[in-house]
Each structure stands twice: as C-alpha cells, then as structure tokens.
C-alpha cells in the first residue's frame, strides 16, 4: 500500500521559477528519500533525509522534514527545462519492513 | 557494470505463458529488491534478498511469483501463466547491504500481457 502521498500530483512552471513538492507519510520511518524518475527510466535518488534531521541540502535541491507531521517537502531552485520528471518520496524503517515505500509522486513540467 | 541492469527492456507475451525477468547489481551490492510499477498501484514493494536469501516473500502478489538469486548476484523474477493484471514496470534495485541506504535502480522492465 501507499504511505507516501505527494502533492501537488502534477505541477507546470516556467524555467527558473522554484518548484515545491510535498509529501506525507503514515508511520515512523528511519529516514526519507527523494526520486526522480524521467519518462522511461528508472528511478534516480536525489537526497535523504534521516529522521533526526529537518533540513537538508544538495545543490539546488533543499528538503525539509517534520516528523511530528510525518511530511517533507522538496524544493528546485532555479529549475530547468531537464528537471521535467516526476518525483516521488520513499520511506523506509516503516513497519520494519525491508523495501522502501513509495507515494504515487508529483509530475512537473518545466517549460522553457 | 556501473549501474544495476535489467533484462529484457521490454516483454510483450500472450496470456497463460511464463515470462523470467533478470536483474544484475551493482557489483559488490549485497541487497537487491524487486518493485513493480502500474497506473493504478504507483510503486509496490514485491521481494528483498540479503544474499540469496529471502526472508520475507509476502509482498509477492500471488503465488504465480517466486524470485530467486543465485551467487549473491543476478536475481530472476518469474511470473507463471500470466495475467493481463500482470502487465506494469517491474524495477530491481541494489544496495550496499540491507538497511543501508540509498537504493540504486535499474531502468526496469516493462511487461505488456494481451
């Protein structure tokens, strides 16, 4: 089942603008991760964030954490026309189980 | 190789038959997951070698699934007389070793049932 569900489901911008994406979770967790994945492909990893931190950063990437929300946001600055993938937030440490847990993730679009 | 392969890229088959999906880590990566990717479920969690074990097989949708691994390496996994329901993406991911994060991913299979 899904823990993780993002927001928005689908997001289009204008190239340099930043892009915000947010995402929820049910159960404890370990730490967070973000993925994108480009039409076609396989999911890259973008950044984790462990339980005990609230912020993180990794270029123009900035991710949040609130565990007392059980949310995290992932934030692009300055996005260009090759950020357009989708994204999607994972979990792990969730009912112990071993695979990561997914939301259905957020499509953005960068127009140029 | 540097990244995690899988083979085939893409597998359309009839209904009924038997399909076998590989997947190779990332050298030296002890872990390997399958997930399977729809429409309609988003990203599921299906099974999880340490090894060649596979300590918890319950995230397999039914009992037309089973994966194995062999040499602490290539998995397979094998779906018997297919459903339509079947068709998705299915992704294999490795990582260094079980807990440790992140994953890292293969470009998947796509399985098409008619």
């Known amino acids: 089942s899904q823990q993780g569900e993002e927001d928005p489901q689908a997001l289009s911008i204008q190239e340099g603008e930043n892009a915000t994406m947010n995402c929820s979770y049910k159960?404890?967790?370990?730490?967070l991760q973000w993925y994108r994945q480009n039409s076609g492909r396989g999911l890259v990893h973008l950044i984790l964030?462990?339980?005990?931190?609230r912020e993180k950063h990794s270029g123009r990437l900035r991710v949040t954490l609130d565990t007392s929300k059980k949310s995290s946001s992932l934030l692009i600055t300055a996005s260009r026309a090759a950020d357009t993938a989708s994204y999607f937030c994972?979990?792990?440490?969730?009912?112990?189980?071993?695979?990561?847990?997914f939301g259905k993730g957020t499509h953005l679009i960068i127009q140029p | 190789g540097a990244g995690v392969s899988q083979s085939p890229s893409n597998k359309v088959t009839e209904k009924g038959k038997d399909v076998e999906l590989r997947c190779d880590p990332i050298?030296?990566?002890?872990?390997l997951y399958w997930y399977r990717q729809s429409l309609g479920q988003g990203l599921e969690f299906l099974i999880y070698?340490?090894?060649?074990?596979?300590?918890?097989k319950s995230g397999l949708p039914s009992d037309r699934f089973s994966a194995e691994r062999t040499g602490g390496s290539v998995s397979t996994l094998t779906i018997q007389r297919t459903q339509q329901e079947d068709s998705a993406v299915y992704l294999c991911?490795?990582?260094?070793?079980?807990?440790?994060?992140?994953?890292?991913f293969g470009d998947g299979t796509r399985l098409s049932i008619l």
């Open positions: 991911a490795s990582s260094l070793r079980r807990g440790y994060q992140p994953q890292h």
């Open positions: 159960t404890s967790i370990n730490n």
């Open positions: 964030i462990r339980s005990n931190e």
């Open positions: 994972a979990t792990d440490g969730g009912g112990g189980a071993d695979g990561l847990t």
């Open positions: 050298s030296g990566h002890t872990a």
């Open positions: 070698f340490q090894g060649n074990s596979a300590p918890d």
